[in-house]
């Protein structure tokens, strides 16, 4: 708040005046803009319309190997999908098990079905294991926490770096705490900070040595080709890693074009050692005869290979990029030395750090004057923030006119609210 500091409360008092007076223009306006979730723009879904005009004729209905995908069958995926994916995800098909649209709803039933029925190489189900341990990275990914918390963890906050979680604190806590079964990672532009795991951070969880013979790390690999800029940084292959320690069967990798192409109609990958697959499959023949297999159709024909993929998202990048400039120029002409922002080279989200015990406050101002925004401690376990200072900003899903207005609103609430501090004290 250096740039705040150096004002007299005189000083203070007459900004106050003058932002005040400011808000208080557009609240007049009576805007109603949404900032709360992570969603494509409806120029981003255009770009994949086509996806939909594939399929046109009976002959199309049939996939390479002369499969008829309207039919029932093929639990894990089409061949052609797994390969498409495993190429994308720098895997094997045999690796691959195809979903449906949503990896959080894989996500949920992988705990589900170990819950239940265990994971390969543990000793029983962890349902029949009493109370049991999840640890959250935070701040994080608000979804993940509620499936844990909804299935009856209690959650271990782990404080995120510039390169990850902190693992001093991972290693320390799995090694000497058995009822911790997992760990929740986004390794690549985690949400919201867009922290891209560093080489060592990969190389540390390949070679973790739980106490629990049934630990997971939940991969949630949700923007690994989601890059913002060309020189876009890499993370290291963690079944690569892992497997130099013997701990390919610790990791469960999760994947989806939910933001590629629809949302409402992707397709959900989960990625496995051979061990766990094997595991898996028979339970989940009970679930389910097999995902929607036209829709993986649809996908391996409008893509072709993982180069497609990789070229439309550039597509992508050339809508969404412009909207995180906006937001950064923004924070940068009216915030500096007030807060602290990311400016990440990819994902979905920017991380704002307002003063500690600000960001309700900010929250509440700018809900009054039109702007939602996610809720405060969201990014956290149980929604408590313990300094009550992050705000996730999700600048993809308004136009640029929209995300003007909605920026400039923030930016007021957010200094509005710092000087009320300052004059506090």
Not at 5 to 13: G, I, K, T, V
Not at 128 to 134: A, M, R, S, T, V
Not at 359 to 379: F, M, N, R
Not at 398 to 404: D, F, Q
Request: proline share 5%; aromatic share 8%.
């Amino acid at each position: 708040m250096n740039a705040l500091n150096s004002l007299s409360a005189s000083e203070l008092q007459t900004r106050l005046a003058e932002k005040e007076a400011a808000l208080a223009d557009w609240k007049a306006k009576g805007l109603s803009l949404d900032l709360t979730r992570g969603k494509p723009n409806a120029e981003q879904l255009d770009l994949s319309l086509d996806i939909l005009n594939v399929i046109n004729t009976k002959e199309d209905c049939f996939d390479e190997t002369g499969f008829d995908c309207r039919n029932y069958g093929v639990l894990d995926g089409i061949p052609a999908a797994k390969k498409l994916f495993a190429d994308l995800m720098n895997t094997v098909p045999e690796r691959v098990i195809i979903g449906g649209n949503s990896a959080l709803n894989m996500m949920y039933d992988t705990i589900a079905r170990a819950m239940l029925f265990g994971v390969y190489g543990g000793s029983k189900p962890w349902g029949q294991q009493g109370k049991l341990k999840f640890l959250c990275p935070a701040p994080g990914y608000d979804r993940h926490f509620v499936v844990t918390e909804t299935l009856g963890f209690e959650l271990i906050p782990v404080e995120m770096t510039a390169d990850g979680p902190d693992m001093d604190m991972v290693e320390k806590l799995v090694a000497i705490d058995p009822s911790i079964k997992g760990i929740w990672c986004v390794p690549k532009y985690s949400n919201p900070e867009g922290v891209v795991y560093s080489d060592e951070t990969v190389r540390r969880f390949a070679a973790l040595k739980p106490a629990a013979d049934d630990f997971r790390v939940f991969w949630d690999n949700a923007y690994a080709v989601h890059d913002l800029v060309d020189d876009a940084p890499e993370i290291l292959d963690i079944f690569e890693e892992a497997a130099k320690h013997g701990n390919e069967d610790m990791i469960f990798e999760f994947a989806s074009t939910s933001k590629i192409t629809f949302p409402g109609n992707g397709i959900a990958m989960l990625i496995a050692s051979e061990n766990n697959v094997n595991q898996i499959k028979p339970l989940l023949g009970v679930q389910t005869i097999g995902s929607d297999k036209m829709n993986q159709l649809r996908h391996v024909k409008y893509f072709k290979t993982a180069e497609g993929i990789r070229a439309h998202m550039k597509r992508h990048a050339e809508i969404i990029k412009p909207k995180f400039d906006i937001v950064i120029k923004a924070f940068r002409e009216n915030l500096t030395g007030i807060a602290e922002w990311t400016e990440p080279k990819g994902g979905y989200f920017i991380d704002l750090s307002v003063p500690d015990g600000c960001a309700k406050a900010v929250y509440d101002l700018a809900g009054e004057t039109g702007v939602a925004l996610t809720k405060v401690g969201a990014s956290y376990p149980y929604g408590v923030d313990p300094r009550d200072r992050h705000l996730r900003i999700a600048p993809t899903f308004p136009n640029n006119e929209n995300l003007i207005s909605a920026i400039s609103i923030l930016c007021l609430c957010v200094e509005i609210v710092a000087i009320k501090k300052l004059l506090s004290k």
